[in-house]
């Protein structure tokens, strides 16, 4: 049989992966297998064997090794080398590495945000081998041919101004610069023309060097392979890493609360963001606030925002709130775009809902909806592929939660009080928020 022949049937195989494993996440949640194993070379990893199907997911990430590792004036580099790694690497050059990839029927992706890079790797076992060295040489050997990073910035520069007047990217970076002013939180992601201009193939291989190291590395594995082909496979990938990373020290943040920011912008819809204060993961209440947020704005159709806003007044599509914890800050934010005429009253009914949620905190009922809801939901949104099942596993690394949390996780959602939602709704939402809109001005 040719290579392209056994290639073909790729797709039914991950779509059965995902089936399989979509069935297996629907039982308790006791029922997800996690060992930690470890490499001989001190390299550890969490993994889930699964060989119902010949697939093996992989995802890791390399912690604090994000974008607030830019250097000033260089911003979006760390996006820009998520797009380079699969460029080319060793003595393969881009078009023959991309074509292996493709011939191999290995999926190979990575990201960075504002605290960690990641990366995401599938592969069929009966091509590991060249997978997985695949896989080492983009993280250990990448080229940063002057083609490929030419292209893939001009491809970012692009996406940059198309966005430029685009009003919900004008409220997120307005956002962005009010609540976390002065931070490296302030700055975007995928950088701008000018600073993008000043990223040299020397800056890719030189933050690569210093942020791809094993202190900083976590791993998680699905899939067709045991621990003992695991431990071997972790030495190969990541062994040629360095042993420790040296990282920019960041700062804590305060994020600015209180304050009002305005943008004029000629268009139809005010865009409007919300701040008010959060918590980081690792806060004992951290799950007594998560369902209080759920009841304000995080359970969608359920929610008091898109109740008040949307199906009793038709002021919007939708609102919604969030809780974002990242490693260094944390916050609730809030989100909705309504018809200019109506931004003034919109955000007089958010400042309601969350002063009415300071004052009185959400009923018992609603508390109980709530956990089911969020308890029902997490197999659905982290358990339902191999891959989603990875990136669990490095979540949970990185929120140091252990490995018996999704086991426990039931348990420690169960234990919160209405008293205990209560009293984190008063300590988080009873201050001013943040309000930025973009919209018409005088509407």
């Known amino acids: 049989m040719t290579l392209n022949a056994q290639i073909s049937g790729l797709k039914g195989l991950f779509a059965a992966a995902s089936f399989g494993l979509l069935a297996f996440s629907a039982a308790p949640a006791a029922a997800v297998d996690i060992q930690e194993v470890e490499s001989p070379g001190g390299i550890k990893a969490y993994l889930v064997e699964d060989h119902s199907n010949p697939l093996i997911a992989v995802n890791f990430a390399f912690k604090g090794g994000g974008s607030t590792q830019d250097p000033d004036g260089k911003e979006g580099l760390a996006n820009l080398l998520t797009g380079l790694l699969d460029e080319g690497a060793g003595d393969i050059r881009s078009a023959d590495f991309q074509a292996k990839l493709d011939d191999l029927g290995v999926s190979m992706s990575f990201d960075a945000g504002y605290d960690n890079f990641t990366g995401s790797f599938r592969t069929i076992t009966e091509f590991e081998d060249e997978a997985f060295d695949l896989l080492s040489l983009a993280l ?178 939708g609102a919604s709130s969030y809780l974002a914890s990242y490693d260094h800050a944390g916050i609730l934010g809030i989100a909705t775009a309504t018809r200019a005429d109506a931004a003034a009253q919109t955000v007089d009914i958010i400042r309601k809902e969350i002063k009415r949620m300071a004052d009185t905190g959400p009923t018992q009922e609603e508390l109980d909806k709530a956990k089911a809801y969020v308890k029902g939901s997490y197999a659905v949104r982290n358990l339902d592929s191999s891959l989603a099942v990875a990136q669990t596993l490095v979540g949970i690394q990185l929120d140091d939660l252990g490995i018996n949390y999704i086991d426990e996780r039931q348990s420690l959602i169960d234990a919160v009080t209405l008293d205990d939602v209560k009293a984190e709704a008063k300590r988080l939402l009873d201050t001013q928020p943040t309000i930025v809109t973009v919209g018409p001005a005088g509407a």
Not at 200 to 210: I, N, V, Y
Not at 224 to 232: A, V
Request: charged share 25%; no cysteine; glycine share 8%.
């Open 140 to 317: 250990t050997k990448p080229r940063f041919d002057e083609e490929p990073v030419n292209r893939i910035r001009g491809q970012i520069v692009t996406g940059i101004l198309a966005d430029k007047n685009d009003p919900g990217e004008i409220a997120s970076k307005a956002f962005r610069e009010t609540v976390f002013a002065g931070h490296p939180y302030s700055r975007p992601n995928e950088g701008t023309p000018e600073t993008l201009a000043n990223v040299t193939a020397a800056d890719l291989e030189t933050f690569r060097s210093k942020v791809f190291a094993k202190d900083d590395l976590v791993v998680g594995v699905v899939g067709d392979i045991t621990p003992e082909k695991l431990k071997k496979r972790l030495d190969e990938v990541f062994g040629g890493l360095a042993d420790k990373a040296d990282l920019v020290s960041v700062p804590m943040a305060t994020p600015v609360m209180g304050k009002e920011v305005a943008v004029d912008l000629a268009v139809p819809q005010t865009n409007i963001r919300v701040a008010m204060p959060g918590l980081l993961r690792s806060d004992k209440n951290f799950f007594a606030a998560y369902l209080m947020n759920h009841v304000l704005g995080g359970g969608s159709f359920t929610s008091w925002l898109y109740e008040e806003i949307r199906e009793k007044r038709g002021l919007a599509y």
